[in-house]
């Protein structure tokens, strides 16, 4: 998966409880991305970043914050778990915009 | 084709024959496409991808062709594996973000 780890892998919590996922690098990409994925849709992008402190919204942002504080690090934080955001969660990098994207394993996460 | 409905459209082919995936997308603007295989269980894999001043590439057992009039993309893999089933789906960009196709599945008969 080009370098690219996920963490957790698999997670369960309930409504209305913070939840953290972290998407790791090791090819010193500048972009990162968070995407979810669910039956019936395409990938839909929730975040991305371009470097260190940047970030801007994706289609699906609402719900989402994200945080970049390392190239190699890429933090998607739900505030509040909703129902509606179980779905599977993947991150991926490119060395710039427009050019091909890497995707990690993914993370399942479920919230009841 | 892609679809955005519940379900993915299929496509059956038998162990060496050639398969075609077709994509339509939905911006004129878009000036650069992906193609990605997902197995179950698994993130996307990049396969091949193509910019707007090009009709076609190709890649290994794989062609992507780009039909900008009608906005239309296709992949076609040749002499088709096993080990190609799996769902294929496109993507679009026109610039930093990327919008992705509900996917085809793909199912090789041996």
């Known amino acids: 998966d080009a370098g690219i780890t996920q963490s957790p892998r698999h997670k369960v919590t309930e409504t209305g409880t913070p939840v953290t996922l972290r998407c790791h690098q090791t090819e010193n990409h500048r972009y990162m991305y968070w995407y979810r994925q669910d039956p019936g849709h395409g990938l839909r992008l929730i975040h991305y970043s371009y470097g260190v402190k940047d970030t801007d919204k994706g289609e699906v942002s609402d719900g989402y914050s994200v945080s970049r504080s390392k190239t190699e690090d890429f933090l998607l934080t739900l505030e509040s778990a909703t129902s509606s955001q179980t779905s599977v969660y993947f991150c991926a990098i490119s060395t710039g915009r427009a050019t091909e994207q890497y995707f990690g394993p993914g993370t399942r996460l479920t919230v009841t | 084709g892609e679809s955005v409905g519940l379900h993915l459209p299929t496509l059956s082919v038998q162990e060496g024959d050639n398969s075609i995936i077709n994509c339509a997308y939905s911006n004129s603007a878009s000036d650069y496409f992906i193609w990605y295989k997902q197995e179950s269980g698994k ?68």
Not at chain 2, 74 to 85: E, F, K, M, V
């Open chain 2, 43 to 110: 993130g996307p894999q990049f396969i091949i991808d193509i910019r707007s001043n090009m009709d076609k590439r190709q890649g290994q057992r794989v062609t992507v062709l780009l039909n900008k009039t009608v906005k239309h993309l296709s992949l076609q893999i040749a002499a088709t594996q096993p080990g190609d089933s799996a769902v294929y789906f496109c993507a679009e960009s026109t610039g930093n973000q990327f919008y992705f196709g509900t996917g085809t599945s793909l199912t090789v008969i041996p």
